[in-house]
């Protein structure tokens, strides 16, 4: 069954490109050109992934972003024609799941999407697994319906939030560079960077701890990385 993907850009001509780009690894892809079609479309639609532009006419994406994480989890990869670091990491704050800088190039475009299809994909249990189910004192993951409950309440993650979860608490005690985490959890082919993990980790912990400033399950190793306790 083919991906299907939303791009929003006002510019007519880059959505017309990158269109034609995913349609030729045959993904679906539906065109928007400003935030509020976008927002709309995205409530009335089913999406894989959402490739979405920050500078937007009548809502801009980081508004976009932050209304859809009200109500869907659906990976999204934020574009910005800014190159200030502070930028790319407000777009993750607002939830999303990763980011690219204007101008790129489309292949890096496409590699970042399917590194996120590919991790998105709903699993089963791990093999040789006996339960469908992670559990750690008041903290409980599903394999089978990707949900995180805290002291049985569900807490909304995102894509990328919940593939780092589970791997840190697959392998409890086990340190975690930043550089592994990326590789591991974004993909070996991903080209970001690694400030793109501390910024999953801290709004990881903002979802799931008491206190993020004094955790109980995602603890930092200085100078290392991070580990599941």
Not at 140 to 147: A, F, M, P, T, V
Request: proline share 4%.
């Amino acid at each position: 069954m083919a991906y299907h993907v939303l791009v929003v850009d006002d510019e007519k001509l880059i959505v017309k490109g990158i269109k034609f780009s995913l349609e030729q690894d045959g993904m679906e892809v539906t065109p928007a050109y400003d935030g509020e079609e976008a927002l709309q479309l995205i409530k009335d639609s089913n999406f894989d992934l959402i490739v979405l532009d920050v500078m937007l006419p009548k809502m801009d994406g980081l508004q976009v972003c932050q209304q859809v994480r009200e109500f869907s989890q659906v990976p999204i990869i934020m574009v910005t024609a800014k190159g200030e670091d502070m930028d790319k990491i407000m777009g993750l704050e607002y939830g999303a799941d990763d980011y690219i800088t204007k101008p790129f190039n489309i292949l890096e475009l496409k590699a970042r999407i399917k590194a996120i299809l590919r991790r998105s994909v709903k699993k089963g249990p791990v093999e040789g697994a006996s339960k469908n189910v992670l559990k750690a004192r008041d903290l409980e993951l599903s394999y089978d319906s990707r949900r995180v409950f805290i002291q049985e309440k569900e807490v909304n993650l995102t894509a990328k939030e919940f593939d780092l979860l589970e791997l840190l608490m697959e392998n409890p005690g086990k340190v975690y560079s930043r550089e592994k985490l990326l590789d591991t959890v974004w993909g070996y082919d991903y080209p970001g960077d690694v400030r793109t993990v501390d910024v999953h980790v801290r709004r990881l912990r903002e979802k799931i701890e008491a206190n993020p400033s004094e955790p109980k399950y995602i603890f930092t190793k200085w100078g290392v990385g991070y580990y599941f306790n």
